[in-house]
């Protein structure tokens, strides 16, 4: 039976190219060389139709010293430390841009109207003004903009948009977030993920945005009507949770754990929580629920794209209560990068499906930035978003 379903509505949804014109060559750059950008840079490397010319990072050294670890000093990469100066000396045909949250926005933009399509890392912004705004410079210049969340790139992921996709499921009128994780905030490289100022969000706009993405491409990305949610911050403002390194509690200004209660158009709600921190492993699974069936997605705390077993379909046949385990494989989820940055490449060069495009996320921003409004208000609040 499940085997039977699978074969129904499993569909690689980015597929790679069959064929990749090793001659018609992009011009890429990197700005931000952070952790992220050596998945990044790493992908880049592989993909035979782009050539990676140049780096732009404000910190003195910081490029030379990436380059190095990375035993790249014979690509002939040149490292600016300003993006205004790239842009003068370089022809760019794609960018990344790799930097702090609070940064998207500005950098975006500058990319864009250079003439550069670019992917931004998650979360796309820290406000649905900023959002907004970066939609709109990529209209304006003809451009390319996507939001690099990789585990869209999963089997699995792409899976769960089929079965809704397939009917199988029925009118979808319910959708509940899961997963988080029990003790988890992210500080392995400082204090960057835990200050407002860099990252906009805590818990929501970091792991958050990926159980948002996972559940809105599944039921077609429907626009946000009303928000009503919480944060918290007990966690991280306690100096007792950081091992060795109890100033970062004064650091700590955004959310540790959040919850929403989300109304979207079509009349489906969305029922959402995630948490860095918290006395409990998980929130929760992850449910669609429609008319004629139900998906059961397995909580997960990273929100990597891994998961740790298979989902499952409820469902009636012939009059009968049945439960359908749609087979599982673990996936290697180090190519989840080089997927999303080919995905990308290929949009460019060569016309195909592009990957989280920013008109998508742009609803996502909204109920972000939407329960961000609400948690301070302490109520319900519209969701009004401009058009583009």
Known sequence: MAQAIMDKFTKN?????????????????????????????????RCEDVDLVAFAEIVPGKAEDFIEALG??????????STKDMYEHEKLDIVSICTANASHCELVVEALDAGCNVLCEKPMCVTLDEAVTMCRAAKRNNK?????????????????????????????YYIQSGGGRRHGIPTPFGTSLI???????????????????????AV????????????????G??????KGHPEYAEAFDVDDFAAAFIRLEGGIILDFRIAWAMHMDTTGDALILGKKGG???????????????????YHDVAGEMVETVMPFEDEDIGELYYKKVRAFVSAVNYGTEVPAPAE??????????GMTRSAELGREVEIVIPEI
């Open 237 to 242: 403002k306690d100096p007792n949770y950081y």
């Open 72 to 81: 790249i000093q014979d690509k002939g990469i040149r490292v600016y430390n």
């Open 220 to 235: 077609g990305y429907p626009k946000p009507l009303t928000v009503s949610a919480y944060k918290s911050d007990f966690f």
């Open 13 to 45: 949804v980015f597929k790679e190219k069959s064929i990749i014109d090793p001659n018609k060559k992009l011009r890429a750059a990197v700005v931000g060389i952070g952790w992220i950008a050596e998945a990044q840079v790493s992908s880049y490397l």
């Open 295 to 313: 998906l059961r997605i397995p909580s997960t705390p990273a929100w990597n794209g891994s998961f740790d077993g298979p989902m499952t379909i």
């Open 195 to 217: 200050e407002s100022s860099k990252s906009g969000f805590g818990a929501m706009g970091d792991i958050g945005c990926y159980s948002l993405d996972m559940l809105l491409n």
């Open 144 to 172: 390319i903009l996507s939001v690099g969340f990789q585990p869209r790139m999963t089997k699995y992921m792409q899976d769960i948009v089929n079965i809704v996709r397939s009917g199988v499921l029925g009118e979808v």
């Open 360 to 369: 998508q996320i742009l609803y996502q921003m909204a109920i972000l930035d």
